[in-house]
C-alpha cells in the first residue's frame, strides 16, 4: 500500500486547511484510513480516522474543528481542518490500518507540513 498526502501550507490562526491521502496499490484490505500529525519535540498523535464504513474517529482536540470523509471507491481520505490554531502546527501523515487475516499493518504516508501562524 502507497499513501499520498497533499494540502499542507502556511495558514493564519483561524483558517482553513483541507488535506487529501490517495492510496494506491493492495487497498482491498485497508481497513480505516486516518492522520496522525506530530509536531517538533512531541510525539505523533491521533487526528482523526475513519473506518471502510465511513465511522470517523477523532482525537480529542479536533473535535468539532477537523472532519474526516473517506471515498472508498476512489481510496481517498480528506481532512477538513477548520478554525486551526498555532498548537495544530505540525507534521501530519496519512495512516492506514491494513488486516490480512490474523496480521494488522499500518502504513504511512510522507507527511504534509501544515503551519498555522501569522
Known amino acids: 500500500v502507497q499513501l499520498q498526502a497533499s494540502g499542507g501550507g502556511l495558514v493564519q490562526p483561524g483558517g482553513s486547511l483541507r488535506l487529501s491521502c490517495q492510496a494506491s496499490?493492495?487497498?482491498?484490505?485497508?481497513?480505516?484510513l486516518g492522520w496522525y500529525r506530530q509536531a517538533p519535540g512531541k510525539h505523533r498523535e491521533l487526528v482523526a480516522t475513519i473506518s471502510f464504513l465511513g465511522t470517523p474517529y477523532y482525537g480529542t482536540s479536533m473535535k468539532g474543528r477537523f472532519t474526516i470523509s473517506r471515498d472508498q471507491a476512489k481510496h481517498t481520505t480528506d481532512l477538513q481542518m477548520n478554525s486551526l490554531e498555532v498548537e495544530d502546527t505540525a507534521v501530519y501523515y496519512c495512516n492506514a490500518d491494513y488486516q490480512d487475516g490474523l496480521a494488522s499493518y499500518d502504513y504511512w504516508g510522507q507527511g504534509t507540513l501544515v503551519t498555522v501562524s501569522s
Open positions: 496499490g493492495n487497498t482491498d484490505k485497508i481497513t480505516a
